[in-house]
């Protein structure tokens, strides 16, 4: 396997490299066998219309249909992403355990990583892998619509008053997301401001007495129905009580857009400004 990629890079030593999101360099050119790590690359993947080139994608993958209906890798198996002898793999720092993407770098994939942490990070994505691929002008088309579509977010957002807020990924433990993520980045596009602590990582775990505190006006979760399970059993304890008692608003997104840092993305924009539309 080792041989194929050093082969690789050798019949296309002429194309300058690229810089993934996370600093790592990708050498430019075709991909006719790619393994999609996460779902989040594997929607962008098919967005820029790379879905013939897939191979295999990784076990939590089920969106779109035909990503759905592909082979699925085994958990943190090295051996079942080599069988299918891919030409570029991707990965990204929202889904994809970073020691199997160590492994296959170190054994001399050709591996690609994003590190969406904003509308805009998203918008770069879209042009990386379009390069990176040779997919033509699907890069540009997918960024510019994602990019009009955040736009339209964070301009209807901008007339809202300013609220304090949290975005809870998950509730017990009670873990949120803190500046620096797409789902910061979420928030500010509807004119919240995150909460969360600052120096404790990008989604810490924080006392349930946060949401007692009368500076959190707005709670955003994904609508999924563990969550939902898991909020109930929280506003029966005292830490939930102004959540019970409506004293701060919750927000429900679609789980999979406001879950997954790919091409559906700026739905849970559009979604989480309507709703403040609705009762600002």
């Known amino acids: 396997m080792l041989v194929l990629a050093l082969s690789w890079a050798v019949a296309h030593s002429g194309t300058p490299p690229l810089l993934d999101q996370v600093g790592h360099r990708v050498e430019a050119g075709t991909a006719r066998r790619i393994v999609a790590l996460a779902p989040d690359v594997a929607e962008l993947a098919f967005a820029l219309?790379?879905?013939p080139a897939v191979v295999a994608v990784g076990p939590a993958v089920d969106y779109p249909e035909n990503a759905a209906s592909l082979p699925h890798l085994a958990a943190l198996d090295v051996e079942s992403v080599l069988v299918w002898r891919p030409d570029l793999v991707l990965a990204t720092t929202a889904g994809s355990d970073p020691r199997l993407v160590?492994?296959?770098?170190a054994l001399g994939l050709r591996t690609l990583t994003v590190d969406v942490t904003s509308c805009a990070r998203l918008v770069e994505a879209c042009?990386?892998?379009?390069?990176?691929?040779?997919a033509g002008d699907a890069g540009e088309e997918l960024a510019s619509s994602l990019r009009g579509r955040c736009a339209e977010a964070s301009r209807r957002g901008a007339t809202l008053p300013r609220r304090g807020a949290l975005y809870v990924v998950w509730w017990d433990p009670l873990?949120?997301?803190a500046p620096g993520t797409f789902h910061d980045d979420l928030l500010r596009?509807?004119?919240?401001?995150n909460l969360a602590p600052t120096n404790a990582g990008r989604y810490p775990?924080?006392?349930?007495?946060?949401l007692l505190s009368s500076a959190v006006e707005v709670v955003v979760s994904p609508d999924e129905p563990d969550a939902r399970a898991l909020f109930?059993?929280?506003?029966?304890?005292a830490a939930g009580a102004r959540l019970s008692r409506g004293a701060a608003r919750v927000i429900w997104l679609p789980a999979d857009?406001?879950?997954?840092?790919g091409p559906r993305l700026p739905e849970a924009y559009v979604a989480l400004v309507a709703e403040r539309e609705r009762a600002p």
């Open 232 to 237: 109930a059993r929280v506003v029966a304890t």
């Open 205 to 210: 775990r924080v006392s349930p007495e946060l």
């Open 102 to 105: 160590e492994r296959l770098r």
């Open 175 to 177: 873990i949120v997301a």
């Open 49 to 51: 219309g790379l879905g």
């Open 127 to 134: 042009t990386l892998v379009a390069t990176a691929t040779a």
């Open 189 to 193: 596009h509807a004119n919240l401001s």
């Open 257 to 261: 857009p406001a879950s997954r840092p």
